[in-house]
């Protein structure tokens, strides 16, 4: 008996989570039912994305269409170094911010394990789809279990920040998921097609397609907080609890990002006229969210505002569209996740221990927590790119590891249609 192709497994990283949510809702509430499960899963799909990680070290890349329908027609789902390298990432922190949730009492909710499992789901089929429509359906799938665990686990100190943060999470959602599925449907409209495979070169070639394909990464832009467009973000995560802070800020954004470098290497093929435009507005959103936090009196708050300068630092290399601005940038959005899910979570044990998180109540907080005093210090110097921290390789172009130069290399995958 033959083995399955990897290839023909490629949805499962989507359906297992989602299956798996469903069947916790109707086994109704088993906390320890509920843990196992969610770790268990978020186990699986880390080990697949190492598996799939390995598979495409020479720069292979797997593919399948569902349904079998010719390609173009069928869901597409495909995978190489990046999107593996993002799969690892993500679950590797979804269950470190899961286990930072029941141990600061968040989860106590029987919703919270599937709201995260349908969560995860969206999140890695958007990061293996392969046409922009399906895109569109993974980002609203990542949305709706967001908004349920916003409200779950929002701040309760503060009551009209809580509804405040939610009500601009949620408008803000909306409007962008708005502005993403017209660009879409003027994308088909002009080509016919949503397939990525298909659309290769096609802004570069066609400025109609170039202008519908901008709303697109418009749309991404403002989920990934890119200035002018990036004040929400650190109103409406500061709002909610310190984990589905660092939840968010391992998954939403960066699968923004993700997209943005795909959808930009594949559609405009690198086009040179744009990078100006990238550029500027990538330096803008670095700058930016590096002085709004110098006028913030929360741990969270400051944080935040420096999750958006980095966006911008990991822009940058999407400016730059070299073969090593490309893999510098990837490094730094690796670097980005760990280092920020690190004081996010240091900075959420300071909140629930001391029920506060401003600066002017935190004195002398070293010599009463040297294990967080010690984390967040770690964290802070890798940020800062202090040597021998792994921030200090990111902040070097030219020391930008194999495995993001791996990643690069099919960076424009679509180019040839695997199916």
Request: hydrophobic residues 55%; positive net charge; glycine residues 12%.
């Amino acid at each position: 008996m033959s083995a399955v192709p990897l290839g023909q497994l490629l949805p499962l990283f989507a359906a297992v989570p989602l299956l798996s949510a469903g069947l916790l809702v109707l086994a109704g509430e088993r906390p320890r039912l509920h843990r196992a499960v969610l770790f268990a899963v978020l186990g699986l799909v880390t080990t697949g994305g190492l598996a799939l990680g390995v598979h495409a070290l020479d720069g292979s890349v797997l593919a399948t269409s569902l349904g079998g329908w010719p390609g173009g027609i069928g869901i597409g789902f495909a995978a190489d170094m990046l999107s593996a390298l993002m799969l690892v990432l993500t679950s590797a922190l979804t269950i470190v911010g899961a286990a930072f949730a029941y141990g600061s009492r968040v989860a106590n909710s029987q919703f919270f394990a599937p709201l995260l499992l349908i969560l995860i789901g969206g999140v890695n089929g958007a990061l293996l789809t392969a046409d922009l429509f399906n895109l569109f359906v993974f980002i609203e799938v990542m949305l709706v279990p967001s908004y349920g665990l916003y409200v779950l686990s929002a701040n309760r100190r503060e009551p009209l920040r809580r509804v405040d943060g939610a009500r601009l999470y949620v408008t803000l959602n909306l409007l962008t998921s708005t502005i993403l599925l017209v660009g879409v449907g003027f994308v088909y409209g002009l080509t016919g097609s949503v397939n990525l495979a298909m659309l290769a070169g096609s802004a570069a070639a066609d400025p109609r397609i170039a202008i519908a394909a901008g709303m697109v990464l418009f749309a991404l832009s403002i989920k990934a907080s890119v200035a002018p467009l990036h004040g929400w973000l650190a109103w409406a995560y500061s709002s909610t609890s310190p984990a589905v802070t660092a939840l968010f800020a391992a998954l939403h954004t960066k699968v923004a990002v993700y997209g943005l470098y795909r959808i930009y290497s594949v559609m405009y093929d690198g086009d040179a006229r744009l990078l100006p435009l990238i550029l500027v507005l990538s330096l803008a959103t670095l700058v930016v969210g590096a002085l709004a936090s110098v006028g913030e009196h929360g741990v969270r708050a400051v944080l935040s505002w420096q999750m958006v300068s980095g966006i911008g630092g990991i822009l940058v290399g999407l400016g730059l569209s070299t073969r090593l601005g490309l893999a510098a940038g990837l490094f730094y959005l690796v670097h980005h996740m760990v280092a920020m899910g690190c004081l996010l979570m240091a900075a959420g044990a300071i909140e629930v221990r001391y029920g506060t998180g401003r600066l002017a109540d935190l004195q002398g907080l070293a010599r009463r927590e040297p294990l967080i005093a010690v984390a967040f210090f770690v964290g802070l110097l890798s940020w800062s790119a202090s040597r021998p921290s792994p921030g200090s390789w990111a902040s070097s172009c030219s020391s930008a590891p194999a495995w993001t130069q791996a990643a690069v290399s099919p960076l424009r995958w679509c180019w040839a249609p695997p199916w």
